[in-house]
């Protein structure tokens, strides 16, 4: 038999050649996805960030519903209607993202909607702009201020700075709103 002066384990140029393009390919396609997967911050964000607005829109339906004072039930359809909107809004950012938000509040937060519903008159008034009006908003400008400035993300660092003055002017509103219910 002959001695064959090649080895059949020696690989090839184009072998070599094709096994580096692959390994290339891979590598890219690996940042990619790594890439359009947010960070753990960001997912947090966005799911924190739906359940304050979906606390906000249902407790702000209660408010409509069961308030007689026009001015709750003004602050309530702003609410409402912002916070309507910036729901949509993240919820389209999130599934661009392929991360799944919750359109309901959490169960701490169902709880005290359900404990603000069984209030009557100015006593329900009060607690709504107290905890759903002020301490919610001071909540909400503290997450979405750190996720302007955290969020590895750029589009949703760029909907939590765009969203931010919103909140803002939301949270003015339930003070002014609060300090008058005191009176």
């Given amino acids: 038999m002959p001695i064959s002066t090649t080895s059949s384990r020696t690989p090839s140029l184009k072998s070599v050649a094709i096994g580096a393009a692959v390994a290339l390919l891979s590598g890219i396609a690996i940042s990619s996805i790594a890439a359009a997967v947010p960070a753990a911050y960001d997912r947090q964000f966005l799911s924190k960030a739906a359940?304050?607005?979906?606390?906000?829109?249902?407790?702000?339906?209660?408010?409509?519903?069961?308030?007689?004072?026009?001015?709750?039930?003004?602050?309530?359809?702003?609410?409402?209607?912002?916070?309507?909107?910036?729901?949509?809004?993240?919820k389209q950012?999130?599934?661009s993202k392929q991360i799944e938000v919750s359109d309901q509040p959490a169960a701490k937060h169902k709880a005290q909607i359900d404990k603000?519903?069984?209030?009557?008159g100015?006593?329900?008034d009060k607690e709504y702009a107290a905890s759903i009006g002020v301490a919610a908003h001071q909540e909400a400008v503290k997450l979405f201020t750190d996720a302007s400035r955290k969020a590895s993300d750029p589009?949703?660092?760029?909907?939590?700075?765009?969203?931010?003055p919103a909140l803002q002017h939301h949270l003015e509103m339930a003070n002014a709103l609060h300090g008058a219910l005191a009176k």
């Fill in 51 to 90: 359940d304050a607005g979906s606390t906000e829109i249902a407790a702000s339906k209660v408010a409509q519903s069961k308030s007689s004072n026009e001015e709750v039930k003004k602050f309530a359809d702003a609410m409402v209607s912002g916070h309507t909107r910036v729901a949509e809004e993240l």
């Fill in 93 to 95: 950012l999130a599934s």
């Fill in 122 to 124: 100015p006593q329900f």
């Fill in 155 to 164: 589009d949703i660092k760029a909907f939590a700075a765009k969203t931010l």
């Fill in 116 to 120: 603000l519903g069984r209030l009557e």
